[in-house]
């Protein structure tokens, strides 16, 4: 089962998760009535450091992965100068040090092996590694209740949160319409992420906010559990245009400008990668556009600044390809040109 870590509010630090739990609000390609949308939260400047260097002799353990780090304004600093080099992974795996230990990494890695971060951006990493392993730890000890969960996407909440079931369905399949994204089988940690950015703010949704901060961390960690334990099937949608599917999948694949492609960090095909990116296969096009649409207009700010830089590389008709080859990759229905 996936770790859930309990919540961390805004400031400088945010932790680890993501997924996009939905605003109804459409795509400017689908006409679709608008049932809410998401506001533009304050993001901090990216760094100003770019370039990399492969580092090696480290004193910790860095697990290879082209996962990264979503989370808000404390990650910025990770995603923009630790994941040059490292993989997420290096989070879940640490042992948990304290705050002169990590202090004494991040050091090493800019002075001794040369990082290439500002020096300005040391203090938001170590508060990020530092709060991330202590909400880690303090979360052991509970073992989440997918039962309790199932009950709370029934029935909703005495703190007031709706039943899940309103929006996503029981299964967590949602509907045809994509307003809402399906939820089934999405990573615990990265939902119960979303779930915090949502009620601290650091994600914005006139719909979602109000819900998040009804549910406990307790709540957050049952519900989750549920919806990534659960085996839904995916829902016969129609068709799409086989050439749009075609530029889809080569965008996925190959990339486009400067070739970046989306199967490098959301895995082949879109299956995603466990327990920090979710997965794309099967995920419906509306939400998916609607989504890039939001990261290209600079709304959406609790994901790496990596999802920004690609979605704003994308023109409309690669951003309605895309999400047309990704809903159709578990459909039982396949392309068929028109």
Known sequence: MALSADAIAGGAIAAVGLILLAIATPARWVAQPALAADAPPVGPAPSIVTGGVTLHSVDA????SNSTFPGGAGADAINNDCLICHSAGMVLDQASLSRAGWQGIVDQ?????KAPFAAADGPAIVDYLVTMKNEMSRSAGRQPDPKHGAVIVAQGTAAGAPPCAQCHAF???????????????????????????FASGVRASALMSPIAKALSPDDIADVTAYFAGVNAPFLPLKAPNASLVQRGEELAKAGGPD????????GPGGSGAPPVIPYLAGQYAHYIAFTL???QEGFRKNSPEAMEAIAKKLDDQDILAVAAYYQQVNSPLKAAAK
């Open 61 to 64: 353990s860095f697990p290879d």
């Open 259 to 266: 070739r970046v492609h989306c199967d490098n960090c959301h």
């Open 293 to 295: 649409q939001m990261w």
């Open 109 to 113: 890695m800019r002075n001794d092996f």
């Open 171 to 197: 299964n967590g399949v949602s509907d045809a319409s994509g307003a809402f994204p399906r939820l089934a089988g999405q990573s615990a940690y990265y939902l119960a992420g979303q779930l915090r950015d």
